[in-house]
């Protein structure tokens, strides 16, 4: 499973949508989507954008988590 991370890093940070937006030139639609974990996929320059804004690593705005289901017993 992938774990989006980036509305617990923005709200840790005070940071809002449309201010994040604004400053990182990204479209609101794609920072809100991102924020709400409504996004289906995502580019690199915005992960690029999200991380140098946000001070942070790809792996602490998205990271990947086995599924329990998944892991044998």
Do not use: W
């Not at 499973?1 to 030139?25: C, F, L, S, W």
């Not at 946000?54 to 289901?69: A, F, H, Q, R, W």
Request: glycine content about 6%; some cysteine; overall charge neutral.
């Amino acid at each position: 499973m992938i774990k989006n991370n980036v509305k617990d890093i923005m709200d840790r940070q005070n940071k809002g949508i449309r201010g994040t937006a604004r400053e990182t030139g990204l479209a609101i639609n794609t920072v809100s989507g991102l924020y709400h974990n409504t996004s289906k996929r995502v580019d690199f320059e915005t992960l690029e954008k999200l991380c140098k804004h946000l001070k942070v690593s790809t792996g602490e705005l998205i990271e990947y988590i086995e599924d329990k289901e998944a892991q044998p017993e």
